[in-house]
């Protein structure tokens, strides 16, 4: 496992402990934010039960801490994308979490007594729900690709599975996105392997999925499109004009779907081309706040673009794509990474809430996703990194939600959205980190019938054959 160091939190006394020292944080949060960090585990029995599930897409990064080379038991092909938690002693409301796979982790997923839960050191502290495959994952191209390794659940389309940010003087030091494609195409288990699909393409997958969508009475449907940097040129094109020509595309057929679209910070002008072109939303994903770290952990964009331009770009972006508009993503814990992030929880959370208060006053939603810790990136070869001390997340999501509570007339909203092709995803908070749950948890924000659309959507979760007993 490199230099992700294992974790002995593994009993319900931790994290009972937590509950006590955090009485107004939700629950669910905690143990989400838990998860996030230590990853999760899955018995045989948690395995089997995965049939028919969604299975994860690997879409962009891995979020696993072990590398895919060591899952003998298939699990890259096996398990869900996300699951959902909920009941269990603590009486937990359901929150989703990201997939992300760790042999060493205090978190197994497993069947005991014919349900599927959620256990560490023996007990069971949540029942668990794995979603179903939607109906377009089971249609492929006629080159033989699968729809679903064009657009992963029912939302997100990696254009470009590169990025020309490469080795250690660019390549942003918690990613693993070339590698990623490196070890998909290793392992022979995945079809897609070219690092770019055409227009026309991803054009046939996006109106398919739009077309369930609108089946299932999704309301408007939106797709994420993401990718990596082009730092020149890409089939002779530079960035905005190789992603400019599917954000055209996408607008512009029969699925006429909202656009979000991943990029780094670019000059208004270039933003004003982005809206033009279709997009709606923008993640100029930052992923640290603090000057220092930033050019430290993000090499690339520090060289390329720099933190004051990236800083003032998002605000421009913000006039261009209107309050709410601009929503980056923060690689949440890598403040504290070694050797060179804060040593002090305080410290970490202090710098980072500061960029909160910073962006949210500007009508700017800063979007904090756990960092992972995958093995081959840059920052878990050059050190050690043990777990990111839990009581940072709780308080740093804790700050954010105080926040946005400031600033939400400018921000955009969580809850009132319909259930969609994949419904938890749609109406629990993001699968990456826990602020949306935060809100949406904290303020009651749930369809009355929350759970039955989840069970509705999910594989078969009780009378399984296999698994455990407890006496
Ligand atoms: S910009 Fe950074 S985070 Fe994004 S794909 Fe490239 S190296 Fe990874």
């Not at 931790?14 to 905690?30: A, N, R």
């Not at 990201?98 to 560490?120: A, F, I, N, W």
């Amino acid at each position: 496992m490199g230099n992700i160091s294992p974790t002995s939190e593994s009993n319900l006394d931790v994290l009972e402990s937590f509950f006590k020292k955090y009485p107004d944080v939700p629950k669910e949060t905690i143990l989400k934010q838990h998860l996030l960090s230590l990853g999760q585990w899955f018995s045989d029995a948690g395995l089997r039960a995965a049939a028919g599930a969604l299975v994860k897409s690997y879409r962009l990064f891995s979020y696993d801490l072990v590398p895919m080379a060591e899952l003998k038991r298939g699990e890259h092909r096996r398990v869900p994308e996300h699951f959902v938690m909920l009941h269990g002693p603590y009486g937990l409301r359901p929150v989703a979490i990201q997939t992300s796979l760790s042999p060493h982790s205090p978190y197994l997923v497993d069947v005991v007594d014919g349900r599927l839960v959620l256990t560490t050191g023996g007990r069971v502290i949540a029942d668990v729900r794995y979603p179903k495959t939607p109906e377009y994952y089971a249609k492929s191209l006629s080159d033989g690709t699968p729809y679903h390794e064009i657009v992963a659940f029912g939302t997100f389309i990696t254009i470009f599975r590169n990025c020309q940010y490469w080795g250690a003087r660019e390549e942003c030091k918690f990613c693993d996105i070339n590698e990623n494609a490196r070890q998909m195409k290793l392992s022979r288990d995945f079809t897609l392997t070219a690092p770019v699909k055409s227009v026309e393409d991803v054009v046939q997958v996006v109106e398919a999925v739009a077309d369930d969508a609108r089946k299932v009475d999704s309301g408007p449907h939106g797709f994420v499109l993401s990718g990596g940097t082009i730092t020149k040129t890409l089939h002779g094109k530079t960035e905005p004009e190789f992603y400019g020509e599917y954000i055209r595309a996408i607008k512009g057929s029969a699925a006429k779907p909202r656009i979000t679209f991943e990029v780094n910070a670019r000059p208004r002008e270039e933003m004003e081309w982005y809206k033009a072109a279709g997009v709606d939303i923008i993640h100029l994903n930052m992923e640290v706040w603090e000057k220092r770290l930033f050019e430290w952990i993000n090499p690339g964009k520090a060289h390329r673009i720099g933190w004051d331009n990236w800083v003032r770009w998002m605000c421009e972006a913000a006039e261009v794509f209107g309050k709410g508009g601009v929503q980056p993503s923060f690689v949440s814990g890598v403040e504290m990474a070694r050797p060179h992030g804060y040593r002090s929880v305080a410290e970490a959370v202090k710098s980072t809430s500061a960029g909160f208060e910073y962006l949210m006053s500007r009508g700017i939603l800063p979007r904090p996703q756990q960092w992972r810790r995958e093995p081959s990136t840059a920052l878990c070869k050059e050190a050690e990194q043990p777990p990111v001390p839990l009581d940072f997340y709780v308080q740093l999501t804790r700050n954010w939600y105080e926040c946005y509570q400031k600033y939400r007339s400018n921000l955009p909203r969580f809850g009132n959205r319909r259930p969609g092709l994949v419904a938890e995803r749609r109406l629990l908070g993001p699968v990456h980190g826990a602020y949306g749950d935060y809100v949406l948890l904290n303020e009651n924000l749930y369809p009355d019938d929350i759970e039955e659309q989840i069970n509705r959507r999910s594989v078969p979760f009780e009378n399984l054959q296999g698994g455990s007993c407890v006496s």
